[in-house]
């Protein structure tokens, strides 16, 4: 079969000599690369960038030093040494333990479907356990930076150097290897095999909830300027891109008694929903307000819980006929409701409002930058309500010039989430308990401003109760498909509505 150039990560000849061995074992390797960052102490002599090493440690290996493993300048150094049919990049610095025929059945697999890039399950060994990895297809709404191909891609070489050609216009730290395979997707497919070719040591073993929100930690925050840039210049070229135009609205439709509503959508929380209630009552504002509590069937006490309110006139509590309502279908119950007021605002019964203004000031952002929809700025807590890292997000990667654009990249826009009623009305919010939300900001911010509140109005508990707390990989990538298809199909409605207006 046709050969291929190997380049991996290097940190000394001990970290790469089992990943190297595994490789040229497979027969396949014309010459592997060791990717050297500054400041790395070489174990071995006689590494000359470019030139294959005599010593007897990595025989047939050769150094390229990098400034960064992912860097633009990364991809361009592999792609002027990328002179074999295939390129495979391996990003971990764990030994790699490669399947039986496995690069083999890579290589086949890229040839019948001629694909730009494919990427495989895997296994992963985690505490010393072997489990299995699975991956999930790409699609074009694939355009989370942190998307999972595994740490093995492998590209057809012609394909890699087109798409480092393109790469003129930044210089990238981090997102060069993102920048690549935006402009790869352009016109190759990026290929997922759905079989276990590999293993791989996985050396973050945080819960999915503490993963969670990496991306607004504020540590990441010159990373996630460079994704946003590389994902900005791919809408733009795509035509997907969405200038800060935005339909004005007006606050006059409908009839409403209340100018405001929290919305509770609450299934068997019974240690938090009076917390919840609670941080509603005690609201102060100049105008009229309830609060719509939708109990989707509870069997824990939450229900004679939530009747502990009932003198109070501004709960309505409903229990829904239907019993196939996720979190989005009790949203629309409570929404479409005759007492719905306005604005209806998100209120997650997990969590509670900051202080007694909150829903004042949510309010008030319609009204001060006329938009469709208002996110606050919420900060991390304990059960017991202490602040946790990463502590206050605050979603400051939202401008009112290119939010409604990386909102197609990023995983969520903040809470709390408020929506004018009327609009919400007419969109609905899809029945399901994940994304739904996210669903809802994508779509309104394809033509209403979205309106940001950056100071601390909503504490954001994370127990082991939260519902996203602790996912198997199973239901992470369900959840990371279904947001991914919601990207495709908003990126098809933008990039339909602008060839209308060009039209």
Known sequence: MNKMNCFIPFAGAAQAKKTVKSLQETGLVERIYLLALPGVEESLSGLVEGLPDVAEDLPGCSTLHVPSLFSTAAMREIAEHADAEYTLLYTK????????FALERMMRIAADSGAGMVYADRYQMKAGERIQAPLIDYQPGSLRDDFDFGSVLL???????EAAAR???????????????????????LVHINEYLYCEVEDDTRKSGEKLFDYVDPRNRDRQIEMEAACTEHLKAIGGYLAPDFEPVCFSSGDFEYEASVIIPVRNRIRTVRDAIRSVLKQ???FKFNLIVIDNHSTDGTTEAIDEFGDDERLVHLIPERTNLGIGGCWNLGVHHPKCGKFAVQLDSDDVYKDENTLSVMVRAFYEQNCAMVVGTYMMTDFNMNMIAPGIIDHKEWTPENGRNNALRINGLGAPRAFYTPLLREVKVPNTSYGEDYALGLAFSRRYRIGRVYDVVYLCRRWEGNSDAALDIVKTNSNNLYKDRIRTWELQARIAMNRKKQS
Request: proline share 0%; glycine share 4%; net charge positive.
């Open 167 to 189: 790469m003129q216009k930044s210089e990238y730290q981090f997102a060069g290897i993102y920048d690549l395979r935006l402009k790869l997707s352009r016109w190759e497919s």
């Open 155 to 161: 590209f057809r070489s012609d394909a890699f150097r």
């Open 284 to 286: 102060k504002t100049d």
């Open 93 to 100: 610095y764990t030994t790699l333990e490669l399947g039986q």
